[in-house]
């Protein structure tokens, strides 16, 4: 029969084997011990961006045009982006009096193999800064593969302003994956084409085997 046994990480007894244990009905119990996102933060592969200026939101169903796009630029065969969450901000909210709702909508698009012209530029989720291939844009043309809408809708009850408003979340979880030469695309779509937005996303980039 053999043994199962861990391996310690950190502390006085650093590098030490010990043998993993059960609790009284044989149960092996496992716990991070860290908030739910910490080792995939320390891997270092986390990384975001968002728009710095706002893209007007659509009134129509998504289709050729995208309010952010982020395309993985890893060769094929090489790293994948497993997406966790995308994210945007309402800059501008527009002056109708009637109240309104905005809701973010993704699309993984086909492989192709031009390179958009970056204007963003991602961060590490711990701060560092980003060196790799992956290029983001605004407001560029793209070939509609499918887009569905994801997350919450925002409801806006209020008489109306040009102030910024709410920030509406869609978490993936890494249901979202981009496989090299593919984009994550990102759009709005709202009640008012004149509420504008500023879009992103944040992901890991992980090898992966994608069937």
């Known amino acids: ?32 011990g ?6 995939m933060g320390r891997s270092g592969t986390g990384y975001q961006v968002i728009a710095t200026s706002a893209v007007a939101a659509l009134v129509v169903r ?10 993985n630029g890893y060769g094929y065969g090489g790293p994948s982006l497993i997406i966790d969450r995308s994210f945007t901000h ?10 309104g709702g905005a809701g973010i909508w993704l699309m993984v698009t086909r492989p192709v193999d031009t390179a958009i012209a970056s204007t963003l530029t991602p961060t590490g989720t711990n701060g ?3 060196g790799g291939p992956v290029r983001v844009a605004v407001g ?3 070939v509609d593969n499918g887009w ?29 994956i981009v ?27 992980q090898q992966l085997t994608v069937e």
């Open 1 to 32: 029969m053999a043994d199962l046994r861990v391996q310690r990480r950190g502390g006085a007894s650093d590098g030490e084997q010990k043998l993993a244990r059960g609790n009284e009905k044989d149960e092996q119990l496992v716990t991070g």
């Open 179 to 205: 496989p090299p030469h593919s984009s994550l695309c990102i759009q709005v779509v709202s009640g008012y084409v004149a509420d504008t937005f500023c879009s992103g996303a944040l992901w890991y980039e």
């Open 128 to 130: 560092k800064a980003y």
């Open 34 to 39: 860290l908030p739910k996102y910490t080792e």
């Open 148 to 176: 569905y809408p994801w997350g919450t809708t925002r409801l806006r009850e209020s008489a109306g302003s040009v102030v910024p408003a709410g920030i509406l979340t869609a978490e993936i979880n890494g249901r979202i």
């Open 62 to 71: 998504p289709s050729t045009v995208t309010g952010v796009e982020i395309w």
């Open 90 to 99: 309402n800059l501008v909210s527009s002056t109708t009096a009637l109240g």
């Open 140 to 142: 560029t043309t793209v």
